[in-house]
């Protein structure tokens, strides 16, 4: 079965760090290009960052530029997201993607909630 | 402000058939045929069910359909069933620097 799982969410203090993980299983995982999306509670998807397959080149929302870090190990088929300087408006569900087509996300994990809070 | 405008909400009776309109600009929606529609469900993840404009995935059923024209992608969903009821969100690659930008996303009541 093709499957993402995410992990490493939950609580943790304005301007604190986090590290999601997702594992990819059931396809090759080194060929496909990948995303991080993310969606506040109650509000729209956001898309967060894109890795290739081959971890170049990479992309990232302003509003995370310069303090959120993805890479992938396709040794290991996963694919990751280091969150530093985190803010309140951080707080969401995170959810890694696979891209079928340019843009397009056909697999989803379940997502991992991070609460940035004091 | 998302970057993709959609409607906040539509309604249909069952059987009768909506559409869903997402404005972009030539950045984006009119200037490439990347633009894909999600579905979600409270509490579940998003499924994709049209992909470079007009596509469907395998799995999804025909009542879904895509088209663009201009700056503006639209979805239509024929013959209305109640498990239609979601959020739709769609997106579009972008020129610009983000890459991906998605639409506010729209509520579809099924009445």
């Known amino acids: 079965e093709v499957q993402l799982v995410e992990s490493g969410g939950g609580l943790v203090q304005p301007g604190g760090s986090l590290r999601l993980s997702c594992a990819a299983s059931?396809?090759?995982?080194?060929?496909?290009?990948m995303n991080w999306v993310r969606q506040a509670p109650g509000k729209g998807l956001e898309w967060v960052s894109y890795?290739?397959?081959?971890?170049?080149?990479?992309y990232y929302a302003d509003s995370v530029k310069g303090r959120f870090t993805i890479s992938r190990d396709n040794a290991k088929n996963s694919l990751y997201l280091q969150m530093n300087s985190l803010r309140a408006e951080d707080t969401a569900v995170y959810y890694c993607?696979?891209?079928?087509?340019?843009?397009?996300?056909?697999?989803w994990g379940q997502g991992t909630m991070v609460t940035v809070s004091s | 402000q998302s970057a993709l405008t959609q409607p906040a909400s539509v309604s249909g009776s069952p059987g009768q058939s909506i559409t869903i309109s997402c404005t972009g600009t030539?950045?984006?929606?009119?200037?490439?045929?990347?633009v894909s529609w999600y579905q979600q469900h409270p509490g579940k993840a998003p499924k994709l069910m049209i992909y470079d404009v007009s596509n469907r995935p395998s799995g999804v059923s025909n009542r879904f359909s895509g088209s663009k024209s201009g700056n503006t992608a639209s979805l239509t969903i024929s013959g209305l069933q109640a498990e239609d009821e979601a959020d739709y969100y769609c997106s579009s690659y972008t020129s610009s620097s983000t890459h991906v930008v998605f639409g506010g996303g729209t509520k579809l009541t099924v009445l």
């Open positions: 890795i290739s397959s081959s971890s170049s080149p990479i």
């Open positions: 993607a696979r891209d079928f087509s340019l843009a397009a996300f056909d697999i």
């Open positions: 030539s950045s984006d929606v009119g200037g490439y045929n990347f």
């Open positions: 059931g396809f090759t995982f080194s060929t496909y290009t």
